[in-house]
């Protein structure tokens, strides 16, 4: 049973999401007043390991203590943490991110906000508490990842706060975030609906190039009007990556294969340009590159290879004979992983239909290359290959499944 002494209050995406009219999520509570040995008398168990957390007994909510945040180093983990009893609501809001994030709710629901968050979550504006905000470099990719949740709302960034980002970029601290937190907050702006703005965000703070300069140097670098009306590399990353959040909502998956698809055309010769020819297999070596960077999952980096080798196979699905469909659907290890063919086809599409003004354009091929697949997979290895030993077997199988994909698609052996 919760002291009934004990003040706690509703902070952060909890109150914020709330006054948005968003669907709730965890809940975290803000305790002041308390110390670690009051906080363990009262039954609650501390799990923080950097500064005082606890758990409810009952609910099993996390409790932190008030505190206040100290830069004693460079980088985000350079800080002196003082969680006194004495530290105040206002000082531990004080040293929050965002304006809309420094919100506080009373067990009655009265709002304790002296930064003035609601008023910016009424003028959608992402804007820092203070200057103590330069303090942590990671800050920077939370701010684009924010944008990327939050700007179908019609969320801006403040000026102050570019302006400040600019000058954190400046100052080289973005050099000591940890491939993971940077991977992190990529992973989970890939998952909202508009990863364009987290690319934009970045951008126009001078990170992207410092984070994730394969991508930086997709912008400018031109395309075939024809086919990308959109004619800049990177404008038409941006509408990969939000077409794929449509097709595959909160899939980061599928979000870092669109967001890396392309990087081959930043090494395309300038005088073919607009044309990138061989395009999808020079991006394999920046991508490569790009995941051993930031310790990519190998979930991701796999279905990222496939996506930015084979996409233009797919798109040119209808001019291939049975036997090339075949290769390609071994090359991306379809027969043992069927789920990634579909996955290939996602990504496939988003391209396609990531362009100015194709947004609603049909995309045929991608059902036609899992008709293909589902066509092979019905092949039955013991009845091909009954008879045969060695390396007969699989070439049996193999020339079954091209039957089977010549015979359902209608193409050539």
């Known amino acids: 049973m919760r002291p009934a002494s004990l003040k706690r209050y509703l902070v952060g995406g909890a109150v914020r999401d709330r006054l948005l009219g968003l669907p709730a999520g965890d809940r975290d509570w803000v305790v002041v007043g308390e110390s670690q040995a009051s906080m363990e008398h009262a039954g609650y168990r501390a799990v923080g390991r950097d500064?005082?957390?606890?758990?409810?007994?009952?609910?099993?909510?996390?409790?932190?203590?008030?505190r206040t945040e100290r830069k004693s180093g460079r980088g985000y983990r350079g800080f002196v943490v003082d969680a006194d009893p004495s530290v105040t609501l206002e000082e531990d809001l004080q040293r929050r991110d965002f304006t809309i994030n420094a919100?506080?709710?009373?067990?009655?629901?009265?709002?304790?906000?002296?930064?003035?968050?609601?008023?910016d979550l009424q003028a959608r504006?992402?804007?820092?508490?203070?200057?103590?905000?330069?303090?942590?470099?990671?800050?920077?990719?939370?701010?684009?990842?924010?944008?990327?949740?939050?700007?179908?709302?019609?969320?801006?960034?403040?000026?102050?706060?570019?302006?400040?980002?600019?000058?954190?970029?400046?100052?080289?601290?973005?050099?000591?975030?940890?491939?993971?937190?940077?991977?992190?907050?990529?992973?989970?702006?890939?998952?909202?609906?508009?990863?364009?703005?987290?690319?934009?965000?970045?951008?126009?703070?001078?990170?992207?190039?410092?984070?994730?300069?394969?991508?930086?140097?997709?912008?400018g670098v031109p395309q075939r009007a024809e086919y990308h009306p959109e004619?800049?590399?990177?404008?038409?990353?941006?509408?990969?990556?939000?077409?794929?959040?449509?097709?595959?909502?909160?899939?980061?998956?599928?979000?870092?294969?669109?967001?890396t698809h392309d990087l081959g055309k930043a090494l395309t010769p300038q005088h073919i340009l607009p044309k990138h020819i061989g395009h999808e297999q020079a991006g394999v070596a920046p991508l490569r590159a790009l995941c051993d960077r930031l310790k990519v999952p190998t979930e991701h980096r796999q279905l990222a290879e496939a996506a930015c080798r084979e996409h233009l196979n797919v798109h040119r699905f209808d001019e291939l004979r049975a036997s090339t469909v075949y290769e390609l659907l071994a090359r991306c290890d379809g027969f043992r992983k069927p789920a990634r063919i579909a996955q290939i086809a996602l990504v496939c599409e988003a391209d396609k239909r990531g362009r100015a003004?194709?947004?609603?354009?049909?995309?045929?091929?991608?059902?036609?290359?899992?008709?293909?697949?589902?066509?092979?997979?019905?092949?039955?290895?013991?009845?091909?290959?009954?008879?045969?030993?060695?390396?007969?077997?699989?070439?049996?199988i193999k020339q079954a499944r091209i039957r089977a994909i010549a015979e359902a698609t209608g193409k050539r052996l």
């Open 231 to 259: 004619v800049d590399t990177g404008v038409h990353i941006e509408l990969v990556c939000d077409m794929a959040a449509k097709l595959a909502p909160g899939d980061d998956l599928i979000g870092f294969a669109a967001l």
């Open 125 to 219: 504006v992402l804007r820092h508490v203070g200057p103590a905000f330069a303090e942590d470099p990671l800050r920077v990719l939370r701010a684009a990842r924010f944008m990327a949740r939050f700007a179908s709302l019609g969320f801006t960034v403040a000026p102050g706060t570019m302006a400040l980002m600019r000058e954190m970029v400046r100052s080289g601290e973005l050099s000591e975030l940890t491939p993971e937190r940077v991977w992190q907050e990529t992973r989970r702006a890939l998952a909202y609906a508009t990863p364009s703005a987290f690319l934009r965000t970045l951008r126009e703070a001078g990170a992207l190039a410092v984070v994730l300069p394969e991508v930086d140097a997709l912008y």
């Open 357 to 396: 003004g194709l947004e609603d354009q049909p995309y045929p091929q991608g059902d036609a290359l899992k008709a293909a697949l589902a066509a092979a997979m019905t092949v039955r290895a013991d009845e091909v290959a009954r008879g045969l030993s060695g390396a007969q077997v699989g070439e049996a």
């Open 103 to 119: 919100i506080a709710q009373d067990e009655d629901g009265a709002l304790v906000d002296p930064y003035g968050g609601a008023r």
């Open 51 to 66: 500064f005082p957390v606890f758990l409810d007994p009952d609910t099993g909510e996390e409790h932190a203590l008030a």
